[in-house]
């Protein structure tokens, strides 16, 4: 089952015109600000001309993340990452 969201995001990826990198970080970024490992500006300097392969990292990057805040309750509310 994991395999197939994979598959299914890659294959949304190539059919899409989104910066996945600045959603994942956006989202890293406000849903775990206080977490003193993740450095916002660091994550924006090195996505903010991302490749097409790390686009695709990206997308799959926040998916999981995303499946796992909500398997484990945490995370935040955001979800509004469809909009850059």
């Not at 969201?5 to 890293?28: G, P, Q, R, S, W």
């Not at 990292?57 to 469809?82: H, I, R």
Request: glycine share 4%; with cysteine.
């Amino acid at each position: 089952m994991r395999r197939f969201l994979v598959l299914t995001t890659v294959l949304t990826i190539a059919c899409e015109d989104k910066d996945h990198c600045a959603e994942y970080v956006d989202y890293m970024c406000e849903c775990y600000a206080d977490d003193p490992s993740y450095d916002c500006d660091e994550q924006r300097a090195i996505y903010e001309e991302a490749t097409l392969d790390q686009q695709n990292e990206c997308a799959v990057e926040l998916d999981s993340q995303q499946q796992q805040d909500q398997e484990n309750g945490t995370g935040c509310e955001s979800g509004d990452t469809g909009s850059v």
